[in-house]
Protein backbone atom coordinates (compact mmCIF):
# COMPACT_ATOMS: atom_id res chain seq x y z
CA UNK A 1 0.00 0.00 0.00
CA UNK A 2 1.49 3.35 -0.91
CA UNK A 3 1.34 5.91 2.24
CA UNK A 4 0.85 8.87 -0.37
CA UNK A 5 -3.24 8.29 -1.77
CA UNK A 6 -3.37 8.38 -5.60
CA UNK A 7 -6.29 9.68 -5.92
CA UNK A 8 -5.75 13.07 -5.16
CA UNK A 9 -6.93 16.19 -6.66
CA UNK A 10 -5.12 17.85 -9.68
CA UNK A 11 -3.07 20.42 -8.30
CA UNK A 12 -2.13 22.98 -10.94
CA UNK A 13 1.41 23.91 -11.72
CA UNK A 14 3.30 25.96 -13.47
CA UNK A 15 7.42 24.95 -14.65
CA UNK A 16 9.75 27.54 -16.66
CA UNK A 17 13.21 26.03 -17.54
CA UNK A 18 15.38 28.44 -19.17
CA UNK A 19 17.28 26.88 -21.91
CA UNK A 20 20.14 27.32 -24.76
CA UNK A 21 17.40 27.99 -26.84
CA UNK A 22 14.88 30.21 -24.92
CA UNK A 23 12.53 29.70 -21.97
CA UNK A 24 10.44 26.30 -21.93
CA UNK A 25 6.85 26.29 -20.10
CA UNK A 26 5.50 23.27 -18.33
CA UNK A 27 1.70 24.03 -16.88
CA UNK A 28 -0.17 26.97 -16.01
CA UNK A 29 1.01 30.05 -17.70
CA UNK A 30 -1.72 32.16 -15.76
CA UNK A 31 -2.93 31.08 -12.41
CA UNK A 32 -5.45 32.73 -9.50
CA UNK A 33 -6.83 30.59 -6.51
CA UNK A 34 -8.93 32.03 -4.53
CA UNK A 35 -10.96 35.58 -4.04
CA UNK A 36 -10.13 38.99 -4.12
CA UNK A 37 -12.52 42.01 -2.54
CA UNK A 38 -11.44 45.36 -3.84
CA UNK A 39 -12.29 47.24 -0.95
CA UNK A 40 -10.83 48.06 2.45
CA UNK A 41 -7.90 49.66 3.93
CA UNK A 42 -3.70 47.73 2.33
CA UNK A 43 -1.25 48.31 -0.17
CA UNK A 44 -2.87 44.89 -2.14
CA UNK A 45 -6.68 43.77 -2.47
CA UNK A 46 -8.38 42.41 0.02
CA UNK A 47 -9.46 38.70 0.63
CA UNK A 48 -7.49 35.47 0.41
CA UNK A 49 -5.88 34.57 -3.02
CA UNK A 50 -2.64 33.19 -4.43
CA UNK A 51 -1.46 32.86 -8.58
CA UNK A 52 1.57 33.67 -10.95
CA UNK A 53 1.52 35.05 -14.59
CA UNK A 54 4.33 34.11 -16.99
CA UNK A 55 4.34 36.52 -19.85
CA UNK A 56 6.92 34.92 -22.34
CA UNK A 57 10.22 36.07 -20.44
CA UNK A 58 9.51 36.83 -16.59
CA UNK A 59 7.00 34.46 -14.09
CA UNK A 60 5.50 36.44 -11.49
CA UNK A 61 4.17 35.13 -8.52
CA UNK A 62 1.61 37.15 -6.07
CA UNK A 63 -0.60 36.35 -3.06
CA UNK A 64 -2.69 38.05 -0.18
CA UNK A 65 -1.29 39.82 2.78
CA UNK A 66 -1.40 37.39 4.91
CA UNK A 67 -0.51 34.36 2.80
CA UNK A 68 -2.80 32.09 4.03
CA UNK A 69 -3.46 30.71 0.22
CA UNK A 70 -1.03 27.99 -0.03
CA UNK A 71 1.17 28.27 -2.17
CA UNK A 72 4.88 26.54 -2.44
CA UNK A 73 8.26 27.19 -4.98
CA UNK A 74 11.63 25.79 -5.75
CA UNK A 75 13.54 27.97 -8.04
CA UNK A 76 17.16 28.45 -8.94
CA UNK A 77 18.75 30.15 -11.21
CA UNK A 78 17.65 28.04 -14.08
CA UNK A 79 14.64 26.73 -13.15
CA UNK A 80 11.44 27.33 -11.19
CA UNK A 81 8.10 25.43 -10.44
CA UNK A 82 5.20 26.74 -7.91
CA UNK A 83 1.85 24.95 -6.90
CA UNK A 84 -0.44 24.93 -4.21
CA UNK A 85 0.86 21.05 -3.42
CA UNK A 86 4.21 20.01 -2.39
CA UNK A 87 3.26 16.41 -3.92
CA UNK A 88 3.18 17.96 -7.22
CA UNK A 89 6.68 20.23 -6.78
CA UNK A 90 8.26 16.93 -6.35
CA UNK A 91 6.54 14.80 -9.09
CA UNK A 92 8.10 17.54 -11.02
CA UNK A 93 11.62 17.02 -10.11
CA UNK A 94 12.11 19.24 -6.88
CA UNK A 95 14.56 17.62 -4.58
CA UNK A 96 13.14 15.52 -1.60
CA UNK A 97 15.77 16.34 0.79
CA UNK A 98 14.12 16.73 4.25
CA UNK A 99 14.37 20.08 6.20
CA UNK A 100 15.77 18.60 9.43
CA UNK A 101 15.43 22.17 11.28
CA UNK A 102 11.96 22.72 10.01
CA UNK A 103 11.06 19.62 11.01
CA UNK A 104 12.52 19.96 14.15
CA UNK A 105 10.22 22.07 15.10
CA UNK A 106 6.76 20.40 13.43
CA UNK A 107 7.35 17.20 14.95
CA UNK A 108 7.21 19.12 18.31
CA UNK A 109 4.36 22.15 17.57
CA UNK A 110 2.45 20.67 14.58
CA UNK A 111 3.26 22.97 12.47
CA UNK A 112 6.21 24.83 10.70
CA UNK A 113 7.29 28.59 11.06
CA UNK A 114 7.86 31.08 8.61
CA UNK A 115 7.93 29.64 4.92
CA UNK A 116 9.24 26.07 6.53
CA UNK A 117 8.36 23.43 4.66
CA UNK A 118 9.45 19.87 5.17
CA UNK A 119 11.99 19.65 2.31
CA UNK A 120 15.00 22.01 1.95
CA UNK A 121 14.18 22.54 -1.68
CA UNK A 122 10.49 23.86 -1.59
CA UNK A 123 9.44 26.59 0.19
CA UNK A 124 6.11 28.45 1.19
CA UNK A 125 5.02 31.49 -0.13
CA UNK A 126 5.63 34.13 2.71
CA UNK A 127 2.70 36.65 3.20
CA UNK A 128 2.68 39.83 0.81
CA UNK A 129 4.50 37.88 -2.03
CA UNK A 130 6.85 39.04 -4.94
CA UNK A 131 8.46 36.84 -7.02
CA UNK A 132 9.91 38.23 -10.67
CA UNK A 133 11.52 34.98 -11.97
CA UNK A 134 14.59 34.42 -13.37
CA UNK A 135 15.81 37.91 -11.77
CA UNK A 136 14.53 36.42 -8.38
CA UNK A 137 15.12 32.59 -6.71
CA UNK A 138 13.77 33.92 -3.59
CA UNK A 139 10.23 35.54 -2.51
CA UNK A 140 9.84 38.85 -0.90
CA UNK A 141 7.65 39.67 1.73
CA UNK A 142 6.25 41.33 4.48
CA UNK A 143 4.38 40.84 8.00
CA UNK A 144 1.83 43.19 8.77
CA UNK A 145 2.14 44.46 11.97
CA UNK A 146 -0.10 47.34 13.37
CA UNK A 147 0.90 50.00 16.25
CA UNK A 148 -0.47 49.16 19.17
CA UNK A 149 -3.61 51.55 19.77
CA UNK A 150 -4.26 53.24 22.74
CA UNK A 151 -8.24 52.38 23.69
CA UNK A 152 -10.34 50.97 26.39
CA UNK A 153 -11.79 47.34 26.81
CA UNK A 154 -16.02 49.64 25.79
CA UNK A 155 -14.04 50.83 22.53
CA UNK A 156 -12.04 47.73 21.89
CA UNK A 157 -15.73 46.12 21.97
CA UNK A 158 -17.49 48.93 19.96
CA UNK A 159 -14.58 49.00 17.87
CA UNK A 160 -15.29 45.24 16.95
CA UNK A 161 -18.79 44.70 16.87
CA UNK A 162 -18.81 47.75 14.03
CA UNK A 163 -16.04 46.34 11.74
CA UNK A 164 -17.18 42.96 11.69
CA UNK A 165 -20.55 44.17 10.89
CA UNK A 166 -18.66 45.66 7.34
CA UNK A 167 -16.47 42.93 6.51
CA UNK A 168 -19.65 40.94 5.97
CA UNK A 169 -21.20 43.35 4.24
CA UNK A 170 -18.51 43.31 2.17
CA UNK A 171 -18.80 39.62 1.35
CA UNK A 172 -22.16 39.29 0.58
CA UNK A 173 -23.49 35.47 -0.34
CA UNK A 174 -24.26 35.62 -4.52
CA UNK A 175 -25.62 32.55 -4.05
CA UNK A 176 -26.26 29.13 -1.51
CA UNK A 177 -23.81 29.45 1.16
CA UNK A 178 -23.30 27.32 4.52
CA UNK A 179 -21.80 28.43 7.45
CA UNK A 180 -19.70 25.49 9.62
CA UNK A 181 -21.02 25.52 12.85
CA UNK A 182 -19.48 25.12 16.07
CA UNK A 183 -19.62 25.78 20.06
CA UNK A 184 -17.51 28.78 20.42
CA UNK A 185 -17.49 31.94 18.78
CA UNK A 186 -16.35 32.95 15.50
CA UNK A 187 -18.63 31.24 13.46
CA UNK A 188 -21.64 32.17 15.88
CA UNK A 189 -20.36 35.71 15.46
CA UNK A 190 -20.42 34.88 11.85
CA UNK A 191 -24.19 33.52 10.99
CA UNK A 192 -25.79 35.84 13.79
CA UNK A 193 -24.10 38.83 11.81
CA UNK A 194 -25.34 37.12 8.11
CA UNK A 195 -28.78 36.63 9.52
CA UNK A 196 -28.64 40.30 10.82
CA UNK A 197 -28.03 41.84 7.39
CA UNK A 198 -30.78 39.34 5.83
CA UNK A 199 -28.49 36.34 4.53
CA UNK A 200 -29.94 32.92 5.41
CA UNK A 201 -27.59 30.19 4.90
CA UNK A 202 -28.75 26.76 3.49
CA UNK A 203 -27.68 24.93 6.57
CA UNK A 204 -24.97 25.07 8.68
CA UNK A 205 -23.11 21.82 9.74
CA UNK A 206 -21.38 20.59 12.60
CA UNK A 207 -19.44 17.48 12.81
CA UNK A 208 -18.32 15.34 15.45
CA UNK A 209 -14.67 15.10 16.58
CA UNK A 210 -12.86 11.59 17.06
CA UNK A 211 -11.75 10.80 20.86
CA UNK A 212 -8.85 13.08 21.97
CA UNK A 213 -5.60 11.39 21.33
CA UNK A 214 -2.02 12.77 22.94
CA UNK A 215 -0.66 13.28 19.74
CA UNK A 216 -2.47 16.09 18.89
CA UNK A 217 -1.71 19.73 19.42
CA UNK A 218 -5.33 20.21 20.91
CA UNK A 219 -7.21 20.11 24.22
CA UNK A 220 -9.40 17.06 24.74
CA UNK A 221 -13.01 18.22 23.82
CA UNK A 222 -16.30 16.06 24.83
CA UNK A 223 -19.07 16.49 22.12
CA UNK A 224 -19.78 20.14 23.13
CA UNK A 225 -19.57 21.42 19.46
CA UNK A 226 -22.57 19.37 18.50
CA UNK A 227 -24.50 20.02 21.68
CA UNK A 228 -23.88 24.15 21.61
CA UNK A 229 -23.86 24.00 17.98
CA UNK A 230 -27.52 22.71 17.44
CA UNK A 231 -28.72 25.32 20.17
CA UNK A 232 -27.80 28.12 17.97
CA UNK A 233 -28.64 26.38 14.64
CA UNK A 234 -32.68 25.92 16.56
CA UNK A 235 -32.49 30.18 17.41
CA UNK A 236 -31.78 31.04 14.61
CA UNK A 237 -34.54 28.47 12.56
CA UNK A 238 -31.87 27.33 10.24
CA UNK A 239 -31.35 23.56 9.06
CA UNK A 240 -28.75 21.60 10.81
CA UNK A 241 -26.76 19.03 9.20
CA UNK A 242 -24.48 17.25 11.85
CA UNK A 243 -21.79 14.89 10.10
CA UNK A 244 -20.33 11.85 12.09
CA UNK A 245 -16.89 10.93 11.66
CA UNK A 246 -15.96 7.62 9.19
CA UNK A 247 -14.12 4.74 11.13
CA UNK A 248 -11.17 4.90 8.51
CA UNK A 249 -9.18 7.12 10.44
CA UNK A 250 -5.42 6.19 9.39
CA UNK A 251 -6.83 6.43 5.67
CA UNK A 252 -7.77 9.94 6.47
CA UNK A 253 -4.55 10.86 8.44
CA UNK A 254 -2.66 9.84 5.55
CA UNK A 255 -4.75 12.14 3.02
CA UNK A 256 -5.06 14.49 5.10
CA UNK A 257 -1.37 14.74 5.21
CA UNK A 258 -0.91 14.53 1.27
CA UNK A 259 -3.70 17.31 0.51
CA UNK A 260 -2.08 19.53 3.37
CA UNK A 261 1.37 19.21 1.94
CA UNK A 262 2.84 17.20 5.20
CA UNK A 263 2.36 21.20 6.96
CA UNK A 264 -0.88 20.65 8.85
CA UNK A 265 -0.21 18.19 12.01
CA UNK A 266 -3.86 18.85 13.08
CA UNK A 267 -7.04 18.76 10.52
CA UNK A 268 -8.15 15.32 9.99
CA UNK A 269 -11.47 15.73 11.74
CA UNK A 270 -12.54 18.64 8.64
CA UNK A 271 -11.95 15.67 5.97
CA UNK A 272 -16.07 14.50 6.76
CA UNK A 273 -16.67 18.48 6.10
CA UNK A 274 -14.65 18.79 3.16
CA UNK A 275 -16.25 15.37 1.50
CA UNK A 276 -19.72 16.74 2.55
CA UNK A 277 -19.05 19.64 0.56
CA UNK A 278 -16.86 18.21 -2.28
CA UNK A 279 -20.22 17.70 -4.99
CA UNK A 280 -22.16 20.86 -3.46
CA UNK A 281 -21.54 24.31 -5.45
CA UNK A 282 -22.19 26.47 -2.14
CA UNK A 283 -19.57 29.63 -0.84
CA UNK A 284 -18.85 28.86 2.96
CA UNK A 285 -17.49 31.07 5.53
CA UNK A 286 -14.75 30.53 7.56
CA UNK A 287 -13.86 32.08 11.30
CA UNK A 288 -10.16 31.66 10.95
CA UNK A 289 -8.23 34.32 12.68
CA UNK A 290 -11.32 34.95 15.21
CA UNK A 291 -10.48 34.27 18.35
CA UNK A 292 -6.59 34.46 17.66
CA UNK A 293 -6.81 38.25 18.18
CA UNK A 294 -9.86 38.87 20.39
CA UNK A 295 -9.82 36.20 23.25
CA UNK A 296 -6.36 35.59 24.87
CA UNK A 297 -5.44 32.24 23.95
CA UNK A 298 -1.39 32.20 24.15
CA UNK A 299 0.87 32.69 26.47
CA UNK A 300 0.13 32.79 30.24
CA UNK A 301 1.72 35.49 32.97
CA UNK A 302 5.16 33.81 33.50
CA UNK A 303 5.66 33.75 29.62
CA UNK A 304 4.48 37.17 29.03
CA UNK A 305 7.13 38.08 31.64
CA UNK A 306 9.39 36.18 29.72
CA UNK A 307 8.85 38.21 26.65
CA UNK A 308 9.36 41.47 28.17
CA UNK A 309 12.51 40.64 29.24
CA UNK A 310 13.91 39.67 26.11
CA UNK A 311 14.10 35.81 27.52
CA UNK A 312 12.79 33.95 24.18
CA UNK A 313 15.22 30.70 24.28
CA UNK A 314 13.23 30.54 27.52
CA UNK A 315 9.87 30.88 25.52
CA UNK A 316 10.87 28.95 22.85
CA UNK A 317 11.79 25.76 25.41
CA UNK A 318 8.71 25.73 27.21
CA UNK A 319 6.48 25.78 23.57
CA UNK A 320 8.66 22.79 22.53
CA UNK A 321 9.57 20.94 25.58
CA UNK A 322 6.96 19.14 26.87
CA UNK A 323 6.93 16.29 24.27
CA UNK A 324 11.07 15.45 24.29
CA UNK A 325 10.23 12.03 26.19
CA UNK A 326 8.09 10.31 23.37
CA UNK A 327 10.24 11.52 20.53
CA UNK A 328 13.60 10.63 22.15
CA UNK A 329 11.54 7.03 22.31
CA UNK A 330 10.17 7.32 18.88
CA UNK A 331 12.98 8.38 16.73
CA UNK A 332 16.09 6.72 15.67
CA UNK A 333 19.08 8.21 17.71
CA UNK A 334 20.33 10.04 14.51
CA UNK A 335 17.07 11.39 13.37
CA UNK A 336 16.79 12.89 16.74
CA UNK A 337 19.77 14.67 16.77
CA UNK A 338 19.02 15.39 13.19
CA UNK A 339 15.91 17.11 14.82
CA UNK A 340 16.86 17.93 17.92
CA UNK A 341 15.81 20.02 20.81
CA UNK A 342 18.12 22.26 20.79
CA UNK A 343 17.73 22.74 16.86
CA UNK A 344 14.33 23.48 17.13
CA UNK A 345 15.10 26.11 20.30
CA UNK A 346 16.97 28.49 18.01
CA UNK A 347 14.43 28.19 15.30
CA UNK A 348 11.57 29.62 17.82
CA UNK A 349 13.74 31.86 19.53
CA UNK A 350 14.39 33.28 15.82
CA UNK A 351 10.70 33.47 15.03
CA UNK A 352 10.17 35.17 17.89
CA UNK A 353 12.14 37.78 17.33
CA UNK A 354 10.12 39.12 14.45
CA UNK A 355 7.42 39.76 16.27
CA UNK A 356 8.56 41.43 19.24
CA UNK A 357 7.65 44.57 17.77
CA UNK A 358 4.11 44.03 17.86
CA UNK A 359 0.99 45.20 19.79
CA UNK A 360 0.49 41.48 21.00
CA UNK A 361 3.59 39.43 20.56
CA UNK A 362 2.01 35.98 21.28
CA UNK A 363 -0.75 36.65 19.52
CA UNK A 364 1.36 38.04 16.48
CA UNK A 365 3.21 34.63 16.35
CA UNK A 366 0.72 32.43 16.66
CA UNK A 367 -1.53 33.99 13.60
CA UNK A 368 1.69 33.73 11.70
CA UNK A 369 2.53 30.69 12.24
CA UNK A 370 0.28 28.22 13.65
CA UNK A 371 -2.94 29.91 11.82
CA UNK A 372 -1.43 30.93 8.43
CA UNK A 373 0.60 27.86 8.11
CA UNK A 374 -1.85 24.93 9.48
CA UNK A 375 -5.64 25.96 10.60
CA UNK A 376 -5.42 27.75 6.80
CA UNK A 377 -5.04 24.67 5.01
CA UNK A 378 -8.42 23.51 6.46
CA UNK A 379 -10.55 26.63 4.28
CA UNK A 380 -7.45 26.89 1.71
CA UNK A 381 -6.22 23.48 1.48
CA UNK A 382 -8.73 20.74 2.50
CA UNK A 383 -11.89 23.33 0.74
CA UNK A 384 -9.71 24.37 -2.00
CA UNK A 385 -12.55 23.39 -4.26
CA UNK A 386 -14.98 25.90 -2.64
CA UNK A 387 -15.40 29.52 -2.59
CA UNK A 388 -14.56 30.54 1.14
CA UNK A 389 -15.14 33.46 2.80
CA UNK A 390 -13.01 34.69 5.77
CA UNK A 391 -14.15 37.88 7.22
CA UNK A 392 -12.11 37.70 10.17
CA UNK A 393 -9.27 38.39 7.95
CA UNK A 394 -11.08 41.42 6.41
CA UNK A 395 -7.82 44.07 6.27
CA UNK A 396 -9.67 46.87 8.48
CA UNK A 397 -10.57 44.93 11.04
CA UNK A 398 -7.83 42.81 11.00
CA UNK A 399 -5.85 45.84 11.53
CA UNK A 400 -7.65 46.80 14.57
CA UNK A 401 -7.61 44.13 16.09
CA UNK A 402 -3.92 42.88 15.57
CA UNK A 403 -3.58 46.99 16.78
CA UNK A 404 -4.91 45.87 20.20
CA UNK A 405 -2.35 45.84 23.31
CA UNK A 406 -2.09 42.18 25.11
CA UNK A 407 -3.65 43.49 28.24
CA UNK A 408 -7.04 43.56 26.88
CA UNK A 409 -6.78 39.63 26.07
CA UNK A 410 -7.79 38.55 29.22
CA UNK A 411 -9.41 35.02 29.02
CA UNK A 412 -12.78 35.44 26.98
CA UNK A 413 -11.23 38.89 25.72
CA UNK A 414 -13.27 40.98 24.30
CA UNK A 415 -15.13 38.84 21.98
CA UNK A 416 -17.80 37.18 24.07
CA UNK A 417 -18.48 41.28 24.91
CA UNK A 418 -19.00 41.90 21.33
CA UNK A 419 -21.25 39.14 20.63
CA UNK A 420 -23.74 39.66 23.69
CA UNK A 421 -23.74 42.97 23.14
CA UNK A 422 -24.42 43.03 19.25
CA UNK A 423 -27.06 40.00 19.54
CA UNK A 424 -29.03 40.50 23.21
CA UNK A 425 -31.49 37.85 21.78
CA UNK A 426 -29.40 34.93 21.45
CA UNK A 427 -27.63 36.27 24.73
CA UNK A 428 -28.95 32.78 26.38
CA UNK A 429 -27.57 29.99 24.40
CA UNK A 430 -23.99 29.08 25.87
CA UNK A 431 -20.77 28.91 24.77
CA UNK A 432 -19.04 25.38 24.36
CA UNK A 433 -17.45 23.69 27.87
CA UNK A 434 -14.29 22.50 27.69
CA UNK A 435 -14.16 21.22 31.31
CA UNK A 436 -16.30 17.69 31.18
CA UNK A 437 -14.49 14.14 30.39
CA UNK A 438 -13.67 12.99 26.94
CA UNK A 439 -16.22 10.45 25.77
CA UNK A 440 -14.44 6.78 25.54
CA UNK A 441 -14.12 5.11 22.37
CA UNK A 442 -12.82 1.72 22.52
CA UNK A 443 -13.66 0.41 19.20
CA UNK A 444 -12.26 3.54 17.78
CA UNK A 445 -8.50 2.87 19.70
CA UNK A 446 -9.13 -0.64 17.93
CA UNK A 447 -9.27 0.02 14.71
CA UNK A 448 -6.89 2.94 14.35
CA UNK A 449 -4.12 0.58 17.02
CA UNK A 450 -4.57 -2.21 13.74
CA UNK A 451 -4.28 0.27 10.82
CA UNK A 452 -1.01 1.58 12.10
CA UNK A 453 -0.17 -1.95 13.26
CA UNK A 454 -0.84 -3.05 9.58
CA UNK A 455 0.86 -0.22 8.22
CA UNK A 456 3.93 -0.04 10.39
CA UNK A 457 4.59 -4.19 9.96
CA UNK A 458 4.96 -3.52 6.20
CA UNK A 459 7.81 -1.39 6.75
CA UNK A 460 9.82 -1.95 9.05
CA UNK A 461 12.87 -0.88 8.54
CA UNK A 462 13.02 2.92 8.45
CA UNK A 463 15.80 5.27 8.55
CA UNK A 464 14.01 7.65 11.19
CA UNK A 465 11.27 5.42 13.01
CA UNK A 466 12.13 2.91 15.65
CA UNK A 467 9.42 0.58 13.94
CA UNK A 468 10.48 -2.17 15.75
CA UNK A 469 9.75 -1.17 19.08
CA UNK A 470 6.61 0.63 18.42
CA UNK A 471 4.66 -2.34 16.42
CA UNK A 472 4.20 -4.88 20.01
CA UNK A 473 2.98 -1.46 21.50
CA UNK A 474 0.29 -0.80 18.98
CA UNK A 475 -0.73 -4.83 19.27
CA UNK A 476 -0.81 -4.76 22.60
CA UNK A 477 -3.27 -1.91 22.08
CA UNK A 478 -5.02 -3.51 19.36
CA UNK A 479 -6.13 -6.02 21.60
CA UNK A 480 -7.00 -4.39 25.24
CA UNK A 481 -7.69 -0.58 23.48
CA UNK A 482 -5.54 1.12 25.98
CA UNK A 483 -4.38 4.05 23.53
CA UNK A 484 -2.60 5.84 26.74
CA UNK A 485 0.11 3.02 26.36
CA UNK A 486 1.22 3.88 23.05
CA UNK A 487 -0.10 7.70 22.53
CA UNK A 488 2.55 9.37 24.51
CA UNK A 489 4.61 7.62 21.98
CA UNK A 490 3.30 9.58 19.10
CA UNK A 491 2.73 7.08 16.59
CA UNK A 492 0.91 9.11 14.11
CA UNK A 493 3.54 11.51 13.76
CA UNK A 494 5.29 8.42 12.83
CA UNK A 495 2.87 7.47 10.48
CA UNK A 496 3.44 11.28 9.20
CA UNK A 497 7.58 10.40 9.07
CA UNK A 498 7.00 7.02 7.06
CA UNK A 499 5.03 9.27 4.47
CA UNK A 500 7.63 11.80 4.41
CA UNK A 501 10.04 8.80 3.34
CA UNK A 502 8.26 7.00 1.59
CA UNK A 503 8.23 10.61 -0.74
CA UNK A 504 12.12 11.30 -0.30
CA UNK A 505 12.74 7.65 -1.62
CA UNK A 506 10.90 7.91 -4.81
Not at 12 to 19: A, F, H, W
Not at 224 to 249: G, T
Amino acid sequence: MLLTPARLPDAPYVRVTRRRDGFHLDGDAHQFLGHQILSGAGDRPDGVFAGWAWNGQTLNVFNDRYGCSPLFYGADSSSIAVSPSITRLLQLGAKPTLDFAALSVFLRMGYFLGDDTPFAAVRALPPAASLCWPRETVARGSLTLPKPLAVSHREAVAGFIELFRTAIARRPPLGPFVVPLSGGRDSRHILFELIRQGHRPESCITYHHFPPDEDRHCTPRPEEDVRVAALIAAAVDVPHEILSQPCARIRRELRKNALTSFCAGELVEGMVLADHLDRREVLVYDGIGGDVWSSGLCFDAPRMALLESGRLREIAQWLLGRREKGLEQMLKPATLREMSLELAIERVAAELQRHVGAADPPESFLFWNRIRRQIALGPYGLLRRRKVYSPYLDHDLFDFLASLPAALMVPAGIHTDAILEAYPRYAGIPFEDWSGTPREDHGHWRRMTRALAAVFSARPHSSLVRVPFLLPLLHRCALDAQWNRVAWLRPLTALYLLQLEELTNG
